[in-house]
């Protein structure tokens, strides 16, 4: 016979994660066809607004030769894009990361099935028309929402459906940007919220899918081609990327609460938010007057970075008017991707602080640069990291790259209460926490925090014991009402649980007459019992669906072996939390001059001691008036009722 720890698993995971991963393939293929469209419709748009062609070659709007007149350009392309949101779906706005999450954890994956083709729609005049935008956020939602349409198709869990919407979304990133590993590291950093097999295996396959069939459609090669790195890292280096990434976290700070501030002045205008995209459009159409290369998703720009082919005016113009065109159009919440622009920005960034570092190889600074930033401004340094292998197929930077993504990640996370892409979040009254780690009732078992000294009574017990009790509680006051036993089982010749009473239903019992009726009437026959072997996180699970706030504890015979309440989940919890909180010292050096004999004071002790007192099962602490007790002991005496009818 197996022993009881043996049914407890590392991993909730069933056979329906094989029939959601065959979806996620699906989802897979789609996402990457839908990338492709998507660049496709961004080159057709930039052709016609900036060449007047129709056209799916690939072009940059900086080779435009229109004149002053290109600045009315991005002017047009916000006005459409407001119609489409007014008429079509406000979904359409923003940059697409924000409300992927916002789907994900607080509307059950559900999307409405024409975002998925306004989205990429309102993306592709935004970009086309010279917004300064990538194209990998629209993809990202335009992904997840084909995936949580298939999920509202077929009879799934809510889980289910957001892990569809998740691998619609991380495939869409996969073929944007030809970047699988690096698609799944952002499912788990940013979009699932939870590390499970159930969730990771239909992720990762729908990004594998995706990266192969984007080398069918846009071919094998990276995005962001440069010599590779060779030589030996020096230790001035990894000095350098420490610092790059210091400044990373402070340009991203800066640039968040950049677009934050023009979000609250667009806000604040007295017209609709139809509008907004067109005004931000003025500052991106002047903009590109003064520098054309700030306009449109801005590749050609990034490789000059990564092959050093920059003057300082490029340089320039990126960090300031590219930037601030960036966040101005942001804030008018218009259609359009935050990580090419970001890539372009952290690159300028590296490259002009490379200048003051130590050389590494052609391009090197200006990776660092892109991946920190990418870090601090999405809260995933490994994300941000593995870019740096996938986009430039460049392994050799990963050790200054990755020391740089999490200095950035640390200390953004340090000045900044949310990151650029929860702030919205919380603007709109939603809360989102970016930690999660083990439950602390998952590795509590029931056996450790149950109570064992249980006061019971036979089955063949009348309404005269339940007399007798109630005698007693009241002779001896407080301290017998305060104490921590709320039901009371009616047991069997085996040990077996014939009926639970509750404290309020002992009352009754006691106070209704005939002494010589039998207990066991009064009280709930079959009542929901756990094991002794059990998590308090299963048992937490069955409270919040019972409503029951104590449940006996039975073994594998179904012997009763202890009573658990409510307020030892909570004692477990707490415990959890004191180790966050509590600091003290283990060890304590010995030198050969001090003393050996044991110099810990004698009120150490006695705090021990009564520390150690207080977290003894018998303690007391109800404060409630007897009234109180028996209305709640009622109340939970109809809930379990009604769970045993059930």
């Not at 690159?347 to 920190?372: C, D, F, K, N, Y």
């Amino acid at each position: 016979m197996s022993a009881p720890g043996d049914r407890l698993r590392d991993y909730s995971v069933d056979a329906r994660v094989l029939y959601v991963s065959v979806l996620a393939a699906v989802l897979g293929a789609v996402s990457s066809v839908l990338a492709w469209a998507l660049l496709e419709l961004i080159a057709l748009a930039t052709n016609l607004f900036y060449y007047q062609r129709f056209s799916f070659v690939e072009v940059e709007p900086s080779g435009h030769h229109m004149g002053w007149w290109v600045a009315f350009i991005p002017v047009i392309g916000g006005l459409i894009v407001g119609l489409i949101a007014r008429f079509g779906s406000p979904k359409v706005r923003g940059h697409g990361m924000p409300e992927a999450v916002e789907v994900i954890v607080f509307q059950r994956g559900r999307v409405q099935p024409r975002v998925a083709i306004l989205k990429p729609l309102a993306t592709a005049i935004s970009i086309g028309s010279g917004g300064p935008f990538g194209a990998e956020g629209p993809v990202i939602i335009t992904g997840g929402a084909v995936g949580s349409v298939l999920g509202q198709l077929l009879p799934v869990t809510d889980c289910e459906r957001t892990v569809l919407m998740v691998a619609g979304a991380s495939a869409g990133m996969a073929a944007a940007f030809s970047c699988p590993m690096a698609a799944t590291l952002l499912a788990v950093e940013l979009l699932l919220f939870e590390w499970r097999p159930r969730s990771l295996v239909p992720v990762a396959i729908a990004c594998i899918t995706a990266g192969a069939i984007r080398r069918l459609l846009l071919g094998p090669g990276p995005i962001f081609l440069m010599q590779p790195t060779v030589v030996a890292m020096h230790h001035a280096a990894m000095l350098g990327a420490l610092l790059m990434g210091m400044l990373a976290a402070l340009l991203t700070t800066g640039l968040s609460r950049a677009i934050h501030f023009f979000e609250t002045k667009f806000e604040s205008l007295p017209i609709h938010w139809m509008w907004w995209p067109a005004l931000g459009g003025i500052v991106v159409g002047l903009g590109g007057l003064i520098f054309p290369q700030s306009l449109g998703v801005g590749y050609d720009v990034i490789r000059q970075l990564l092959n050093e082919q920059v003057t300082w005016k490029l340089l320039a113009g990126i960090l300031l008017i590219k930037s601030f065109i960036w966040v101005v159009a942001l804030g008018s919440e218009t259609a359009g991707g935050i990580l090419a622009p970001l890539l372009m920005i952290g690159g300028a960034m590296g490259v002009a602080v490379g200048h003051l570092l130590t050389p590494i190889s052609p391009g090197a600074w200006a990776v660092v640069g892109m991946t920190s930033i990418i870090a601090a401004s999405l809260g995933a340094p490994l994300t941000a990291a593995m870019f740096a292998v996938e986009l430039t197929h460049n392994g050799g930077l990963m050790l200054p790259v990755l020391l740089a993504c999490v200095t950035a990640y640390a200390i953004s996370a340090l000045l900044q209460p949310r990151s650029m892409l929860t702030e919205s979040l919380s603007r709109k009254g939603l809360h989102l926490s970016r930690e999660y780690g083990v439950d602390p009732l998952e590795t509590v078992m029931v056996r450790e925090v149950m109570h064992t000294s249980v006061f019971a009574l036979p089955a063949s017990a009348t309404r005269q014991d339940a007399m007798d009790w109630l005698a007693k509680m009241n002779k001896r006051g407080g301290e017998a009402w305060a104490h921590w036993q709320r039901i009371f089982p009616l047991l069997g010749e085996g040990g077996g649980i014939k009926a639970i009473l509750t404290r309020g239903q002992m009352i009754t019992a006691a106070e209704a007459g005939d002494p010589s009726a039998p207990l066991i009437k009064d009280g709930i026959s079959n009542p929901v019992a756990v094991g002794p072997w059990e998590t308090l996180r299963s048992v937490a699970e069955k409270m919040a669906e019972s409503k029951l706030r104590s449940f006996p504890v039975t073994n594998d015979d179904g012997e009763l072996v202890g009573i658990l309440n409510i307020e030892d989940l909570l004692e477990a919890r707490g415990k959890a939390s004191l180790r966050d909180r509590e600091r003290q010292r283990i060890l304590r050096l010995r030198w050969p001059f001090a003393q050996h004999e044991n110099t810990a004071p004698f009120l150490d002790h006695l705090v021990d001691s009564a520390y150690e007192s207080a977290n003894r099962h018998g303690r007391t602490g109800d404060r409630r008036t007897a009234g109180d007790r028996a209305l709640s002991d009622d109340s939970e005496a109809t809930a379990m009722t009604t769970h045993a009818e059930k």
